[in-house]
């Protein structure tokens, strides 16, 4: 349940709010009236999305430029946009990266880059939230897994891993902290037309806007993990069962 802070009204810090799923997803939780911390490396798309957000006489959306990757960083800006907000009601963490990986490479670098930002930038603001919302016995901590974190694909190894990492930890968090008034939610969201998938075709790809819609509704209701859409729960379900010998070779 989210918590009316000291500002009166909802908050939600929103990390990966300046493209995609996590810009839509600061729209729309400022359109229910919630004030809104965008975080994200470029100052100039955050302050398009606050300035579509913001009016003369309603300022909902700050801007908080940000690399998840600058680890130390964190619990010091973490507190700043809390003091700012008034307390702490909502986090969802978007950041994410997937960068293009051909058949037969194997690149630490790379991976490395990939598990900095989807795994443990995640962690670095969630863990500060979650010593928050135990202390304080309420809050909802949420982040964007994928489908893709529920097997490992041959295309995507490392992104795949990096989601079911994200997932595993999540879980975790919940098991943690389900018992004290804190939420925590885990959306898996299948294909959605973004930059990061720009020029790629797969199969129910929904917008960033109708993701963002279907995932406000799963962080502010009572789920713990949701597919979006929920197609993708049926699909991956069976997906699950499938023995691993039968991916083998498989383009999937
Ligand atoms: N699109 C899909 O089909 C799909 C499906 C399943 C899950 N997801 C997940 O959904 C999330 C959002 O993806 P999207 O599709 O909306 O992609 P996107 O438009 O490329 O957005 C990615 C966001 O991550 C931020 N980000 C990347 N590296 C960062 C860093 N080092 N520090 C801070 N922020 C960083 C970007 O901001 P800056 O570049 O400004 O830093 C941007 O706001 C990701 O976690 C992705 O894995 C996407």
């Known amino acids: 349940m989210a918590q009316k802070n000291t500002k009166g009204g909802r908050s939600a810090i929103i990390i990966g709010a300046s493209s995609g799923i996590g810009e839509g997803l600061a729209k729309r939780f400022a359109r229910s009236g919630y004030r809104v911390a965008l975080v994200a490396r470029r100052e100039s798309e955050l302050r398009r999305v606050a300035d579509g957000i913001n009016r003369k006489d309603r300022k909902l959306a700050t801007i908080h430029p940000h690399d998840v990757t ?88 490392v992104y795949c891993a990096s989601k079911a990492a994200l997932a595993s930890y999540m879980e975790g968090l919940r098991n943690r902290l389900g018992h004290r008034g804190v939420r925590v939610v885990t959306i898996k969201p299948g294909p959605v037309k973004t930059p990061m998938t720009e020029g790629l075709k797969m199969p129910f790809m929904i917008t960033a806007d109708d993701a963002a819609s279907q995932i406000f509704r799963a962080v502010t209701r009572k789920r713990t993990t949701a597919y979006v859409p929920i197609i993708w729960w049926p699909i991956m379900t069976a997906i699950r069962c499938i023995p691993s010998f039968l991916f083998r070779g498989k383009d999937i």
């Open 70 to 157: 600058n680890f130390a960083q964190v619990p010091t800006l973490f507190q700043q946009i809390v003091h700012e907000l008034g307390g702490f009601d909502t986090i969802v963490y978007c950041s994410g990266v997937m960068p293009p990986v051909a058949k037969n490479e194997y690149n630490l670098e790379k991976d490395r880059q990939v598990f900095d930002v989807n795994v443990l930038g995640a962690m670095a603001w969630l863990n500060e939230a979650a010593t928050r919302c135990e202390r304080q016995e309420s809050g909802t901590i949420a982040a964007l897994g994928s489908v893709a974190g529920d097997r490992g694909r041959k295309g995507q190894p």
